[in-house]
């Protein structure tokens, strides 16, 4: 079974950055894409970043330029740089594991708070 296991969210102030990271486990050769997803109070799921094992990227405008997507395949792991945040990008944010860069991923993980005071 998959296992995905995100870490290094929290509080920061307005302007500041945080680094997520995600581990994944279990029977995950077959799915490429490892992404980020966000969720705040009252709104529907969003695609914050996403990328293929092949190097290729997708991400929402609304964090292009600030945020960066990495990923260390030996490691299975995926990262989240988030530079210049703003209360407007408090959520909840899960890891996933997927097969298209396009497509909804398959496994989720439980998420990680990031909160943004202003």
């Known amino acids: 079974q998959v296992q995905l296991v995100e870490s290094g969210g929290g509080l920061v102030q307005t302007g500041g950055s945080l680094r997520l990271s995600c581990v994944a486990s279990g029977s995950i050769f077959s799915f490429t894409v490892m992404g980020w997803y966000r969720q705040a109070p009252g709104k529907a799921r969003e695609l914050v970043a996403a990328m293929h094992s092949g190097g290729i990227t997708n991400y929402a405008d609304s964090v292009k330029g600030r945020f960066t997507i990495s990923r260390d395949n030996a490691k299975n792991t995926v990262y989240l740089q988030m530079n210049s945040l703003s209360p407007e990008d408090t959520a909840v944010y899960y890891c996933?594991?997927?097969?298209?860069?396009?497509?909804?991923?398959?496994?989720w993980g439980q998420g990680t708070q990031v909160t943004v005071s202003s």
């Open positions: 996933s594991l997927g097969t298209y860069l396009t497509g909804s991923p398959r496994y």
